[in-house]
């Protein structure tokens, strides 16, 4: 069966540090992944998704960034955090149209301090 | 671009009760996939239910159906017998193979199951 993990859990970090947050998916092969925050009590924004290793499409402008060095890890990144960084980010992964659901890790919560 | 659009930022039920969730999208694509997912406390996202758009019949899981109007762009979520373990967020998304499989979602609803 599928699984995908998501880490870390919780993040303090001060304004002006990088970040480094990591996916990765088991028991399947070239997934769809998808990186998306969510502010607290909002809807879901998606920040970045793959369809195959080194493609990543970016949705909203900002110093973050995405990268897929393996097929199945998807990594997210930020040479220097901003206090709006802050937030709960998800990752996911799904089969495009031959699996379409989308499956999520547990999250992360994200502190910008 | 698609868009999801749920106008209900929260809703209340009792307990035993049916509560009806909307949700609206548009896109000019005529195959796609439509979903609502949960999000309890924890914070996990849980798919609840999912729609094929070239399906007529509506989807049902348990004390989940959904009501898909393909020509309005409406797909909203009945719950019945409401359970207090219901209590979440709510989530309407929106997947276009058309669109190089980007996940959409709405805004989210918060449903409140009152004891």
């Known amino acids: 069966s599928q699984t995908i993990h998501q880490w870390p859990a919780t993040l303090v970090q001060p304004v002006g540090s990088p970040l480094s947050l990591e996916c990765t998916v088991e028991g399947t092969s070239n997934p769809n992944l998808y990186w998306y925050r969510q502010a607290a009590g909002r809807g879901l924004q998606l920040l970045f998704y793959?369809?195959?290793?080194?493609?990543i499409s970016s949705e909203v402008p900002q110093n973050l960034s995405a990268s897929r060095p393996q097929d199945r890890q998807f990594i997210l990144s930020s040479k220097k955090l901003l206090l709006s960084d802050s937030g709960f980010y998800l990752c996911a992964w799904s089969q495009g149209i031959q699996l379409p659901e989308a499956f999520f890790g547990q999250g992360t919560r994200l502190t910008v301090v | 671009a698609q868009t999801v659009t749920q106008s209900q930022p929260e809703m209340s039920v009792q307990e035993a009760e049916t509560v009806t969730l909307s949700c609206t999208y548009d896109?000019?694509?005529?195959?796609?996939?439509l979903f609502w997912y949960k999000q309890p406390p924890s914070r996990q996202m849980i798919l609840v239910i999912r729609q094929e758009a070239y399906k007529q019949q509506n989807a049902t899981e348990n004390r989940f159906s959904v009501n898909f109007q393909k020509a309005a762009k409406s797909f909203s979520l009945k719950i019945s017998d409401s359970q207090l373990g219901d209590t979440a967020m709510y989530f309407c998304a929106f997947l276009s193979d058309n669109a190089g499989n980007m996940l959409t979602f709405g805004g989210g609803t918060r449903l409140m199951v009152k004891p």
């Open positions: 793959s369809v195959g290793i080194g493609q």
């Open positions: 896109t000019s694509e005529s195959n796609y996939y």
